[in-house]
């Protein structure tokens, strides 16, 4: 269980019944650019398959949220990683994100990677580097289409 509390009374938690799915899918599916149009239900299973963690204000309402999908062991993958704009500035993501490191981690984990377009700097500074080009590859399954190959692989 991760929980950490800010002297200027923000808290983190990983604690799953604290998360405000309708609010976090507000967000990502209406703000974030990897997640525009994310339906509820998918939102909703993806939270249900990843370890999610909440920021919270001083009256513990939800103002920030990242989940991370692990094997527990060796790999750990960061994403849905959102500050709510009225407490951007305030170092809540590079809060989040290195306590999220340090725990994982603290765990044993070897490598913690994310995609992300435009906030290279934000986790620079916590120690994530840019990729090997050549090496990692994607299949992008939102624009690949099903083949029909009749059992042949």
């Known amino acids: 269980m991760l929980n950490d509390r800010r002297d200027d009374g923000y808290t983190l938690s990983s604690e799953r019944e604290r998360i405000d799915l309708d609010r976090v899918h507000q967000w990502l599916s209406t703000d974030a650019y990897w997640a525009l149009g994310r339906p509820l239900d998918q939102m909703r299973a993806a939270v249900a398959g990843s370890e999610p963690f909440g920021v919270y204000d001083g009256d513990g309402e939800q103002v920030a949220f990242a989940r991370v999908v692990t094997d527990g062991a060796v790999f750990a993958y ?3 990683v959102y500050v709510d704009p009225a407490h951007r500035g305030r170092g809540l993501g590079g809060w989040l994100v290195r306590h999220l490191r340090d725990h994982y981690a603290a765990r044993g984990l070897s490598r913690f990677v994310l995609v992300t377009r435009d906030a290279h700097a934000v986790y ?21 289409t099903p083949s029909r190959t009749n059992g042949a692989t």
Request: aromatic content about 8%; glycine content about 8%; overall charge negative.
């Open 78 to 80: 960061l994403c849905d």
């Open 124 to 144: 620079a500074r916590h120690g994530f580097t840019d990729v090997e080009p050549g090496r990692w590859m994607e299949c992008d399954l939102r624009a690949a």
